[in-house]
């Protein structure tokens, strides 16, 4: 167990909606990273949030927004959903720029 | 043409046996050179890191890193069934945050 827990595990919608996915990081640490993970893809980088700010930034859509909240959890959004949106996502999370990144066991969404 | 590149595989060997893991990648402002392990369904753990060249030793696991040939390697000796899992080469870019790139990962089986 990585310390770092992440909602829902399993997320079924339809193409056009918005889900909201939902990540905490491990005790004390500041940074939260937000990954995609597909077949075709692989596993891509999409954001990074330190203390609240948006730190780096990848090959994340227009229709994927993030944020980190004063309590250090962290959500993505994804809205006008696809069918190629279809992966697992995951967060991880560090103490502050980091390698050393804690993976949580992701939330795998299908749209249908 | 990818930033990282590596086999995705599946490579099987027998337990006992000495595996070889490479990426290759091309952009030289990679300075931290990770190897992450994912298990069916599970989110990826860091393996070993090293920053800028060189090799470096954990066990039964070495990482070694050319940054003049742009060629990183991981070595797993007296390979276990367990070591059964997918490895991830990763290479962070780290002006400007934490970016991560990752390979597409090799399937490793190491039959008993």
């Known amino acids: 167990d990585s310390g770092v827990t992440q909602t829902p595990k399993h997320l079924i919608t339809a193409t056009g909606q918005r889900v909201t996915l939902r990540c905490s990081p491990r005790?004390?640490?500041?940074?939260v990273y937000w990954y995609q993970q597909s077949l075709d893809q692989g596993l891509q980088f999409l954001i990074q949030?330190?203390?609240?700010?948006?730190?780096a930034k990848g090959n994340i859509l227009e229709r994927f927004s993030a944020q980190q909240f004063p309590d250090l959890h962290s959500e993505l959004n994804l809205s006008s959903l696809e069918l190629g949106d279809s992966a697992l996502y995951f967060c991880?999370?560090?103490?502050?720029?980091?390698?050393?990144?804690?993976f949580g066991p992701g939330t795998r969404l299908t749209v249908t | 043409q990818k930033e990282v590149e590596q086999d995705p595989g599946p490579l099987s060997v027998p337990e006992g046996a000495i595996v070889s893991l490479n990426c290759t990648y091309s952009n030289s402002a990679f300075q931290y050179f990770m190897w992450y392990r994912q298990y069916s369904r599970k989110g990826p753990e860091l393996l070993m890191y090293?920053?800028?060249?060189g090799n470096k030793e954990d066990g039964r696991f070495t990482a070694q890193v050319d940054k003049s040939s742009k060629y990183i390697s991981l070595f797993i000796r007296d390979s276990q069934p367990s070591d059964s899992a997918t490895y991830l080469c990763?290479?962070?870019?780290?002006?400007?945050?934490?970016?991560?790139?990752f390979g597409a990962g090799t399937r490793l089986f190491v039959k008993a």
């Open positions: 005790s004390g640490d500041l940074s």
């Open positions: 090293t920053y800028s060249s």
């Open positions: 990763a290479m962070s870019d780290i002006t400007g945050g934490f970016k991560t790139i």
């Open positions: 949030y330190y203390n609240g700010e948006e730190r």
């Open positions: 991880a999370s560090s103490l502050q720029d980091s390698y050393e990144q804690y």
